[in-house]
């Protein structure tokens, strides 16, 4: 998260440890889902937590 916002690729007032944080709950529970729930596509699941990686916390 710091490099891409040094490099420009994120907003300068992004807060790295939280958005990781985030990233990381995010990881977990799509996991935990999967785990639960046989049905649970977990591909597309990870294709959402990405783009959400990607959008969030774009310069806008």
Same mark, same amino acid.
């Given at each position: 998260?710091? $490099? &891409? *916002?040094? +490099?420009?690729?994120? @907003?300068?007032?992004?807060? +790295? @440890? *939280?958005? &990781?944080i985030?990233?990381?709950? +995010?990881?977990? &529970? =799509? =996991? &935990?889902?999967?785990? *639960?729930?046989?049905?649970?596509?977990?591909? =597309?699941? $990870?294709?959402? =937590?990405?783009?959400?990686?990607? @959008? $969030?916390? @774009?310069? *806008?």
């Amino acid at each position: 998260m710091s $490099a &891409a *916002t040094a +490099a420009g690729m994120y @907003r300068a007032d992004l807060d +790295a @440890r *939280t958005t &990781a944080i985030m990233l990381g709950g +995010a990881i977990d &529970a =799509v =996991v &935990a889902e999967s785990l *639960t729930d046989p049905s649970y596509d977990l591909r =597309v699941a $990870a294709d959402a =937590v990405v783009d959400m990686l990607h @959008r $969030a916390p @774009r310069r *806008t």
